[in-house]
């Protein structure tokens, strides 16, 4: 072989490890995200299997606040039912969605909470304190996780709007960027939901 052929076949070789490296990259980011997701619906499956217990220990002290409650029901089911969803399917439109939902539940429980403050015997309750507390935890726990999820989905998108990344993320199926796990009131969801007694 000459010395041409070979140089070129070193070069061809290298541009094959090069490509393979891209795609591999690509595919661990995606699957870092999705993890970092999991992660995310771990901690909400936690608060949402928490709200209905929350509930019911209110129900037999606030009888005549029944609304509140179907809401507060009606909020966790419907966030619930799309995060069940969006483990299918994580894009950014479904991405968005979720987070409408996730915030109609928080202001849902914000509401409970305030109707709380009304009921002495209900603050005083041990069952009250003890499933506010772990659902404040739980909060805690989704607002690191989001985080996580959050720069694992920068890292994707970054590297995938990257040369020569770009170029060949779209033949590898790689063909949207991933959405953040925002909410509109961001600065108020970084409280953690005050339940006081």
């Not at 609304?67 to 909020?75: D, G, P, R």
């Not at 993320?169 to 339940?195: C, R, W, Y």
Request: charged share 20%; proline share 4%; net charge neutral.
């Amino acid at each position: 072989m000459s010395i041409p052929t070979i140089i070129t076949l070193a070069i061809l070789i290298g541009a094959a490890f090069y490509v393979i490296s891209i795609y591999n990259n690509l595919v661990k980011k995606r699957n870092t995200f999705k993890n970092a997701f999991a992660q995310i619906e771990v901690q909400l499956k936690r608060r949402h299997d928490l709200i209905p217990n929350l509930v019911e220990t209110a129900k037999g002290y606030m009888k005549h606040e029944q609304e509140t409650l179907e809401k507060v029901i009606s909020a966790r089911n419907a966030a619930a039912n799309l995060l069940q969803d969006l483990a299918q399917h994580l894009t950014p439109d479904d991405v968005r969605k979720f987070s409408q939902a996730e915030q109609s539940l928080t202001g849902a429980l914000g509401q409970l909470n305030v109707v709380m403050e009304n009921y002495p015997d209900l603050k005083a309750s041990q069952n009250m304190m003890q499933l506010s507390e772990e659902l404040t935890s739980t909060e805690n726990k989704v607002s690191r996780a989001r985080q996580f999820y959050n720069d694992a989905v920068t890292d994707y998108n970054n590297f995938r709007q990257s040369f020569p990344p770009n170029v060949l993320a779209n033949m590898f199926g790689h063909t949207q960027d991933i959405g953040l796990l925002e909410f509109a009131d961001s600065a108020q969801i970084q409280q953690v939901p005050k339940v006081s007694f």
